[in-house]
């Protein structure tokens, strides 16, 4: 006979907010997602193909983003279903406004032979070009979007949306977020033209938005989205109890102010280092795994931000891995999530099921038996129901049903649905954790949500 899972307490609470929360809000989450910059300034990465295969089968990202047009690394991802975002260099950018056919020719080099084997979903026009201050290129910087967007529209590519990512520099003010606006002279020139080309195209402004790069001493809690005591938009009453939502709204101030509130905001990058010199306060392993395990997680949340609510977040975190030949201080040399063996660089949670959660799990900290799946009944499904799945685990002689008897750990609260959960997860667990495990004829359903932790901010 299977043991008895033991399932610690925090479980129990845990799962019952989860199941608060489906049946409140039927937000059903059935798994976490995320995308990584996938940056290769190192000469001691694996080949793209075992990147792939390692990000599909072993963790959460699903989108990637590079820095280039790298044939390899976008072959590598064919067949896999992980999206990726790829960069016109910026050298293109006068070729491309210049001329419609140089992007044309570049799309059928570039983009053509790989869809859509490989799931390109988005091209971004060069990296920071205004904050480059490069007069050429920012010039010319709409007139090759729209080039590119043009051409591809014409290779029959035209979901892939065009767009380009800009440094928070771009802000004149950005507190309090509600004052947001963007510097005089690229606001008109350059933003507002920008702004009208997405919000023709439907396709997103891009920002690269990093509370690393804002806080300070008496911040870092508000930067890394742990308990604080906010901070009140004195224009607009919201308090805001993170920095990256702060960050945001400034952007979105600043295009409303422009007439362009409607146009979706997509992070190109944002992330936090685990290594820096001098033990830089607010800089190590642990501080890294909060910003970005609880950057997960918000994002995962759909919440948005005060003034977004609701609005999908499409972020990428920067970056995949360690890059030791970063040039700059050693935080720039640290901002990943592994290191070039693949292993995790700390548990950030983007970590899958099995072997690679295991991995996760050693690296020092407390909460690694909350990681993985989980079976909870679905949001509609009746007491009856539940009852039934109860009578049916407890009756297995796979599970040990005394916690939710009356005295057991996990007999608070005493509802057929808290039980129901309890029982149905243990049955998934002692019966050897296939999805099919969870059936229930149809009444369960799997979670990657980690109910003790995912509503705490
Ligand atoms: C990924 O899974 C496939 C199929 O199960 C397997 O062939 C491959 O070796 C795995 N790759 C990695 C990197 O785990
Ligand atoms: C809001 O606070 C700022 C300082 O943070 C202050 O300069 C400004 O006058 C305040 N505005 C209002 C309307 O209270
Ligand atoms: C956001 O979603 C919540 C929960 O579904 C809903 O109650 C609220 O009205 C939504 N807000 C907006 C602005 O759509
Ligand atoms: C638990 O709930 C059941 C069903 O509502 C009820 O009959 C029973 O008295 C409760 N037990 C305790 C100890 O509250």
């Known amino acids: 006979m299977v043991p008895p899972p033991s399932l610690p307490c925090k479980l129990c609470s845990g799962l019952s907010l989860l199941l608060t929360l489906l049946s409140s809000y039927t937000i059903v989450v059935s798994s976490l997602s995320i995308g990584v910059n996938y940056g290769t300034i190192a000469d001691n990465l694996p080949p793209p193909a075992q990147v792939a295969a390692f990000l599909k089968n072993n963790t959460i990202i699903d989108h990637v983003k590079i820095f280039d047009a790298n044939p390899d690394i976008i072959r590598a991802f064919a067949g896999t279903g992980i999206a990726v975002v790829i960069t016109v260099p910026n050298s293109e950018i006068p070729s491309f406004a210049a001329s419609r056919s140089t992007a044309d020719a570049w799309v059928a080099d570039n983009i053509a032979p790989f869809v859509p084997a490989t799931r390109i979903t988005t091209a971004l026009v060069g990296n920071e070009i205004l904050h480059s201050l490069d007069k050429n290129l920012i010039d010319n910087l709409v007139h090759a979007m729209m080039a590119l967007s043009g051409a591809l529209v014409a290779a029959h590519l035209h979901k892939i949306r065009v767009t380009t990512p800009h440094s928070l520099g771009i802000l004149e ?8 606006r963007f510097r005089p002279g690229w606001d008109r020139a350059v933003l507002a033209p920008m702004l009208a080309f997405h919000s023709r195209s439907r396709t997103p402004f891009m920002v690269n938005a990093y509370p690393y790069f804002a806080y300070g001493a008496t911040t870092l809690d508000y930067a890394l989205f742990k308990p604080n005591p906010g901070r009140l938009d004195n224009l607009t009453g919201l308090v805001y109890t993170n920095c990256f939502d702060a960050q945001l709204d400034a952007v979105h101030s600043s295009m409303v102010k422009l007439g362009y509130g409607d146009v979706d905001i997509m992070i190109g990058e944002t992330g936090w280092p685990s290594a820096a010199d001098n033990n830089q306060f607010g800089v190590s392993p642990a501080d890294a795994m909060a910003f970005n395990g609880n950057l997960i997680r918000h994002i995962n949340s759909g919440r948005g931000t005060p003034l ?3 609005r999908t977040l499409e972020t990428y975190i920067f970056a995949l891995f360690n890059e030791n030949l970063k040039p700059g201080p ?3 040399r640290n901002f990943g999530l592994f290191k070039p ?3 995790p660089a700390y548990d950030a949670g983007v970590m899958n099921t099995g072997d690679g959660g295991k991995r996760g799990r050693g690296r020092g900290r407390g909460r690694g038996k909350a990681r993985g ?6 949001s509609d499904v009746g007491d009856a129901a539940l009852q039934a799945n109860i009578d049916y685990v407890c009756g297995s002689g796979k599970v040990d049903c005394k916690q939710i008897q009356e005295g057991g750990a996990c007999f608070e609260p005493n509802t057929t649905r808290s039980h129901a959960a309890y029982a ?3 049955f998934y667990k002692a019966a050897g954790q296939q999805d099919f495990d ?6 369960g359903v799997m979670t990657t949500v980690d109910p003790s932790k995912r509503f705490s901010n």
């Open 424 to 426: 149905m997860n243990a």
């Open 373 to 378: 799946r989980w079976c909870v009944p679905k």
């Open 438 to 443: 969870c059936d229930f004829s149809g009444s």
């Open 341 to 343: 063996d693949l292993t």
């Open 173 to 180: 003010v950005s507190d309090p977020p509600s004052a947001g």
């Open 330 to 332: 050693t935080a720039e």
């Open 308 to 310: 977004m609510p609701n």
